[in-house]
């Protein structure tokens, strides 16, 4: 007996449910992602089938496989997609709105800190801008990544960059008070080879430098542990693992509570060229659209004021 089910249209709403199934290897978690329950969504991927009269997935136990006629569909439903996000971007773009995805790497604890917040004010005035970011304390290569801006803390960009300095960044030392209680506060730099250090792996995993009586010290330290994250360093040294080298703005509250406390404090932390690391805001192109220069003037304004509260 045929379905008397009605053969639905393919949507916009159709293929991006189908793109998300694939991307995230089951339709719960694609539901979840578009705000849907799984029962609709589920509903909605069988509706596809019966439009197009053929299997898309394959079920499995542990994640959701395209057929062969699912990976014909799947380049001209990314296709599709882009081409009316493309579209849509345009068309807003003559009504002198801001409109369309901005691709925006960052820290995670700027993340956390200082993004979150203002796009809770940010996002709802330019409904039309959507946002895809990527947490990593790395500087990226802005243009083969696809980015359209990088929030980075660091030395001083790359010259193929464009660079707005927002913040001059200075790092301590700190640790736990129980981890200074059993194994003692260093008196002096040469001191940390004795201790477990909490080293950062893009930056300073190795080599520490610090500033006193207007010389500068190098001193070689042998992390414990070496971390890509500033805000997992910080949490490591909460529970007493080692001496961390961080930005005081990541460690701020920890301070003013007692969780972690400086050391070191006549020797500020250094480094060996005569630029300091700061933060920055980083773009690959003057030529920005629109949405792009709309965030980079906001945020800019924002963060200068959160950084000088900090």
Not at 29 to 51: F, I, K, Q, V, Y
Not at 96 to 101: F, Q, T, Y
Not at 195 to 210: G, I, K, M, N, Q
Request: aromatic letters at 8%; hydrophobic letters at 45%; proline letters at 5%.
């Amino acid at each position: 007996m045929a379905d008397p089910s009605p053969t639905p249209a393919l949507t916009l709403e159709l293929l991006d449910l189908f793109l998300a199934v694939h991307a995230r290897g089951s339709i719960s978690a694609a539901a979840r992602s578009l705000g849907l329950s799984p029962s609709l969504a589920n509903r909605r991927l069988a509706a596809m089938e019966r439009a197009l009269k053929t299997t898309l997935f394959q079920r499995t136990t542990r994640r959701m496989r395209l057929t062969d006629g699912g990976q014909l569909l799947l380049e001209w439903a990314q296709r599709t997609t882009d081409g009316f996000a493309e579209v849509s971007e345009s068309l807003a773009g003559l009504r002198g709105e801001a409109a369309g995805a901005l691709r925006i790497a960052i820290s995670d604890h700027a993340s956390a800190t200082f993004l979150a917040p203002f796009l809770q004010e940010f996002a709802p005035r330019f409904p039309h801008i959507r946002f895809i970011i990527a947490t990593t304390d790395r500087l990226v290569n802005l243009v083969e990544n696809g980015f359209d801006l990088a929030l980075h803390t660091g030395f001083v960009p790359d010259s193929g960059l464009i660079g707005v300095k927002l913040h001059s960044v200075r790092r301590i030392l700190c640790a736990a008070p129980d981890y200074l209680a059993r194994r003692g506060a260093p008196r002096t730099p040469a001191e940390l080879a004795a201790h477990d250090c909490l080293a950062h792996a893009p930056t300073e995993a190795s080599t520490w430098f610090f500033q006193h009586e207007g010389q500068l010290l190098r001193q070689a330290v042998a992390p414990r542990i070496i971390v890509d994250s500033y805000v997992t360093l910080a949490e490591l040294a909460r529970r007493g693992l080692g001496v961390v080298r961080v930005s005081r703005n990541v460690v701020r509250d920890d301070l003013k509570s007692g969780r972690l406390q400086q050391v070191l404090e006549e020797y500020e932390c250094a480094y060996p060229a005569s630029d300091e690391p700061a933060v920055w805001m980083l773009y690959p192109d003057r030529r920005m659209p629109r949405r792009a220069r709309v965030f980079v003037e906001e945020f800019g304004r924002y963060m200068k004021g959160a950084l000088a509260q900090h």
